[in-house]
């Protein structure tokens, strides 16, 4: 990948959801995979270890929900651009309140999901270059 590419962490309980992403994220030259996670408690971990530009959010996993871990990474990593992954869209709600760069209901399309990243990535970009 290029030095211009965004990083994305993924986060979703449901292998075949982060594989779907992955090959996703594959066939576009500006996205890379950083790293995956498997619950809450996982996203929040990798998130701090990686520094992923984007962190692709599911709202409903185990060891602690996504609203839970967006809330915290607002504190402690409001650099890292959080876009949720949300199986009701009624969800975005809340994750916009919480400050969640984006929200893409699981029934949308992975170009949606794609789309939202790059909006998510540049927001990310823009606040670099004001710092």
């Known amino acids: 990948m290029g030095p211009s590419s965004l990083r994305v962490v993924v986060a979703d309980d449901d292998a075949s959801v982060r594989a779907v992403i992955r090959r996703a994220l594959r066939e576009e030259p500006d996205l890379e995979l950083a790293g995956t996670a498997r619950d809450g408690a996982e996203a929040w971990r990798t998130a701090l270890d990686l520094s992923p530009d984007v962190l692709v959010l599911d709202d409903n ?18 650099d890292i651009k959080i876009v949720m992954y949300v199986t009701d869209a ?18 949308e399309s992975i170009e949606t999901l794609v789309s939202a990243i790059r909006a998510a990535g540049s927001m990310a970009a823009d606040s670099q270059r004001r710092v």
Not at 61 to 78: D, I, K, N, S, T
Not at 93 to 100: D, V
Request: glycine share 14%; hydrophobic share 50%.
């Open 61 to 78: 996993m185990p060891a602690a929900g996504g609203l839970h871990v967006l809330a915290r990474l607002r504190l402690e990593r409001p």
């Open 90 to 107: 009624a969800t975005c709600a809340g994750a916009s309140a919480l400050g969640a760069a984006g929200c893409v209901a699981k029934s």
